[in-house]
């Protein structure tokens, strides 16, 4: 059984960071492109990071551009998303996904956790 699980998210101030972690049992997260996104109240999901399983393509967000990292650690089989300079327009609720297609195929993201919220005080 597939199982992702997010943690790190929190209350943090505006212009702090925080490292989102999701960590994945019944799949190797190697193996697929994964992605991070979020989605806030009232508004859609969107994607915010996405990795690449064949080339190592690394895409972000126009938004967290410069001050966001995607970064992995095969061995625990998790990956991160480390977000610096946190914004009032960042609180939602973050999750991480595989995907059965490519990175960019945001339709065929099909396993995902549970989701971390993070609230930035404006």
């Known amino acids: 059984q597939v199982q992702l699980v997010e943690s790190g998210g929190g209350l943090v101030q505006p212009g702090g960071s925080l490292r989102l972690s999701c960590a994945a049992s019944g799949v190797t997260l190697d193996d697929y492109p994964i992605g991070w996104f979020r989605q806030a109240p009232g508004k859609e999901r969107e994607a915010i990071s996405c990795?690449?399983?064949?080339?190592?393509?690394?895409y972000y967000a126009d938004f967290l551009k410069g001050r966001s990292l995607f970064s992995r650690d095969n061995v625990k089989n998790t990956v991160y998303l480390q977000m610096n300079s946190l914004k009032p327009e960042d609180p939602a609720t973050y999750y991480c996904?595989?995907?059965?297609?490519?990175?960019?195929?945001?339709?065929?993201?099909?396993?995902w956790g549970q989701g971390t919220r993070v609230t930035v005080p404006s």
């Open positions: 990795i690449s399983s064949s080339t190592g393509i690394l």
């Open positions: 996904a595989t995907c059965a297609g490519e990175w960019h195929d945001y339709p065929l993201y099909d396993n």
